[in-house]
């Protein structure tokens, strides 16, 4: 079956611009998770959603930062105004449920680059 | 808070020697942990995971990690590499599987 997908697999923008990063996770998945990954670091955590509501979005930098699930499928991450240290690789995950035990699957990524 | 510490930022091996990746965790309570294995232009591919039972867990591609809660480390252990076990390993510990707070990697590179 198909795996996570994020588009586009690249986006290059300047200072101050709005970009919207797409998820579509697993087919099934109710939990869907965004990470950031800034060069030589691990994921950090953004926030996560359980069906269509953000059940923790404490890891969002700041308000310019926002998500949306509206259907419990397809995630937007959103980012206005763009600053330089926004540029990094955006993740997306999916699991079959938030909480528990079931394995986080990660798609390629998003590599922003801010201009 | 739970954090975790992968004290190698970069390791070399040859191919066929065995392999052991350090994952330092610090927790209060009994973690959940895990390996991520993630190759350039690919998404992060879990290893395995530790949640309870026996300490030595097995996971795919030949890996086995050891829970060790007296030393609080998750180490990564494979007794022969092979070339294509070359990419970016990543220590993750957590409450759950929504909670997990990843290491900053160790890169593998596997000398022919």
């Known amino acids: 079956g198909a795996g996570v997908s994020q588009t586009p697999s690249n986006k290059v923008t300047e200072k101050g611009k709005y970009v919207e990063l797409r998820c579509d996770p697993i087919?099934?998945?109710?939990?869907l998770y965004w990470y950031r990954q800034s060069l030589g670091q691990g994921p950090e955590f953004l926030i996560y959603?359980?069906?269509?509501?953000?059940?923790?979005d404490s890891g969002l930098p700041n308000d310019r930062f926002f998500a949306v699930r509206p259907e419990g499928s397809v995630s937007t991450l959103k980012i206005q105004r763009t600053e330089r240290g926004d540029s990094a690789v955006y993740l997306c995950?999916?699991?079959?449920?938030?909480?528990?035990?079931?394995?986080?699957?990660f798609g390629p990524g998003t590599r922003l680059t801010v201009l | 808070a739970q954090s975790v510490t992968q004290p190698d930022i970069h390791i070399t091996v040859s191919e066929g020697a065995s392999l052991e990746l350090r994952c330092n965790y610090s927790?209060?309570?009994?973690?959940?942990l895990f390996w991520y294995v993630q190759s350039p232009g690919q998404g992060l591919q879990l290893l395995l995971k530790?949640?309870?039972?026996?300490?030595l867990v097995q996971g795919i591609k030949g890996f086995e990690a050891e829970f060790k809660r007296s030393q609080s480390s998750f180490n990564l252990r494979k007794p022969s590499v092979h070339w294509s076990d070359a990419a970016e390993y990543f220590c993750?510990?957590?409450?759950?599987?929504?909670?997990?707070?990843f290491g900053a990697g160790t890169r593998l590179t596997v000398k022919p």
């Open positions: 995950a999916s699991s079959l449920a938030s909480g528990g035990t079931d394995t986080q699957y």
């Open positions: 087919s099934g998945h109710t939990a």
């Open positions: 959603f359980q069906g269509t509501g953000a059940a923790d």
């Open positions: 927790y209060g309570a009994t973690p959940y």
């Open positions: 530790y949640f309870s039972g026996d300490t």
């Open positions: 993750a510990v957590g409450a759950n599987n929504n909670d997990m707070r």
